[in-house]
């Protein structure tokens, strides 16, 4: 039997396109498909930078709207109203001078023994700190009823801030009363994580500007350095709460 | 007319069919290394677009980050302010003034011959009072005139009421003060 030619040249013709689809296959394997990666990644750290920028472009734009006296300003007030540490004596000497101011009679405060003594012995004022940010402090003086609700409405607006937890009035005389007042004082340390640049700010809420409205109100009835009451231990570094 | 014989035609018709073939290959292969190139093409300047971009991104990041370190001050006292406000927005109602008016409302509405004692100030405008009247008649004057008070008074409860022997009354009430 004549054994048959196998005709190559009849399948020349697909030599160049068989070339044409091996180049691109092997060229998309080798370095299309990696640069797709590649710009995948590069898309989505985009998309990341993106938002980053745009928290900042917001950030930045919530500082620079902040007036820089204002905020010293209320800030001023803030610190008055709520100290960076426990203050006591600040506060003791505060509602005094409110009492005596009120003409209120036998008023006269200490610390208990323990936290802080004072050379007025014979006054009844006690003082315990707890956790909560809170000094409680127990007062006595006496008055008759108009000036007692007269001091009770001025250390309703005291600064620092004070708030009456309970009011007990012992008659001795008509129009005359001996009272025993327990409140507490609030104290707040400056805020831990200071200062970030990737950190979010928001802005003064609704009800924030309403508490800083109110603290408006409130006045101090000693006048105390606010140098004396920020002073920290010196670390070396700035203290920018020192106006 | 003449028509020409094709006497090889068994032969030409496999050879035919492979040319056209050939040819759609060819045609579909230049297509495809066409459409390669410019997918290729396209990538290529979209990654250099893209890594351009970047580091457009990263220096404004940077110019952002500078611009607020210089607003640190701004910053920090906000930060401050606002941490104040929100305790005391929280912590303390300011405009509450529960113990200056629960004493005024109730020296109003008590006669000399009641005596309060005690007031305690509980959280959300709730105040316990503790007090004396010197007979049960004066005394149901004053529960009707606390009972009447609704402007400031929302809520008021009797807990606890002893006769003493010289005929007066020890009382303590609950009183729930009006939110301002």
């Given amino acids: 039997m004549k054994k048959t030619k196998f005709d190559y040249s009849m399948y020349r013709p697909f030599l160049l396109p068989g070339i044409i689809f091996l180049l691109v296959f092997t060229s998309a394997f080798l370095l299309v498909i990696p640069q797709i990666r590649s710009s995948w990644q590069l898309r989505q750290e985009m998309a990341k930078e993106k938002a980053k920028l745009a928290q900042l472009t917001q950030k930045e734009a919530i500082l620079g709207g902040l007036d820089l006296y204002e905020l010293e300003k209320k800030n001023e007030l803030a610190l008055r109203a709520l100290p960076v540490k426990k203050q006591p004596i600040l506060v003791l000497n505060s509602i005094k001078v409110l009492g005596e101011s009120k003409n209120l009679t036998d008023f006269a405060f200490n610390l208990s023994p323990g936290l802080v003594s004072s050379a007025a012995a014979g006054s009844k004022v006690k003082t315990s700190v707890n956790e909560k940010n809170e000094i409680e402090l127990f007062v006595s003086f006496s008055g008759n009823q108009e000036q007692i609700t007269e001091f009770v409405f001025g250390l309703e607006k005291l600064l620092p801030v004070v708030k009456v937890l309970s009011l007990d009035i012992k008659s001795e005389e008509i129009d005359f009363s001996q009272v025993d007042l327990s409140l507490i004082s609030f104290y707040l340390s400056l805020p831990e994580s200071l200062g970030t640049v990737e950190s979010q700010v928001v802005g003064l809420s609704q009800k924030e500007e309403e508490a800083y409205t109110k603290l408006t109100d409130f006045k101090a009835s000693l006048t105390v350095s606010l140098e004396s009451q920020n002073q920290t231990v010196n670390s070396g570094k700035e203290n920018i709460f020192n106006f | ?180």
Avoid: C
Avoid at chain 2, 103 to 120: E, R, Y
Avoid at chain 2, 142 to 153: A, D, L, N, R
């Fill in chain 2, 1 to 180: 007319m003449s028509q020409g014989i094709d006497l090889l035609r068994g032969r030409n018709k496999g050879r035919l069919k492979v040319r056209k073939q050939a040819v759609k290959i060819k045609l579909i292969s230049f297509l495809v290394l066409g459409l390669y190139l410019v997918a290729g093409s396209g990538l290529f300047v979209y990654l250099v677009w893209a890594k351009g971009e970047k580091s457009r991104l990263q220096r404004s990041i940077q110019v952002k980050k500078q611009r607020i370190i210089d607003l640190k001050k701004n910053e920090l006292l906000h930060l401050n302010l606002k941490q104040r406000l929100a305790f005391l927005n929280t912590q303390l109602d300011l405009e509450q003034n529960l113990a200056s008016r629960s004493i005024t409302t109730l020296s109003k509405l008590a006669d000399p011959q009641v005596t309060i004692t005690s007031f305690s100030f509980v959280e959300d405008g709730q105040v316990v009072i503790a007090g004396e009247a010197a007979n049960a008649l004066i005394l149901s004057d004053f529960f009707e005139k606390v009972k009447k008070e609704k402007k400031e008074i929302e809520i008021a409860s009797l807990t606890s009421l002893t006769r003493m022997e010289e005929g007066s009354y020890e009382f303590n009430l609950n009183l729930k003060f009006k939110g301002k």
